[in-house]
């Protein structure tokens, strides 16, 4: 399970940094992701 959870992050984090183009855009894709996995553990 843990494997699967750990796979799942980096893939969105790397899905996230390719996505962005400015260093700002890095750091909302960052904070968005932070919010949904706090989302997700209430």
């Known amino acids: ?3 699967v ?3 799942l992050i980096t893939a969105t984090l790397l899905t ?3 996505a ?3 260093v ?3 750091g ?3 904070e ?3 919010r ?3 989302d997700a553990m209430h």
């Open 32 to 34: 968005s992701v932070g």
């Open 5 to 7: 959870f750990v796979t």
């Open 20 to 22: 962005c183009n400015t």
């Open 36 to 38: 949904a996995g706090k």
């Open 16 to 18: 996230a940094l390719a």
């Open 1 to 3: 399970m843990r494997k």
């Open 24 to 26: 700002q855009g890095v």
């Open 28 to 30: 909302r894709d960052i």
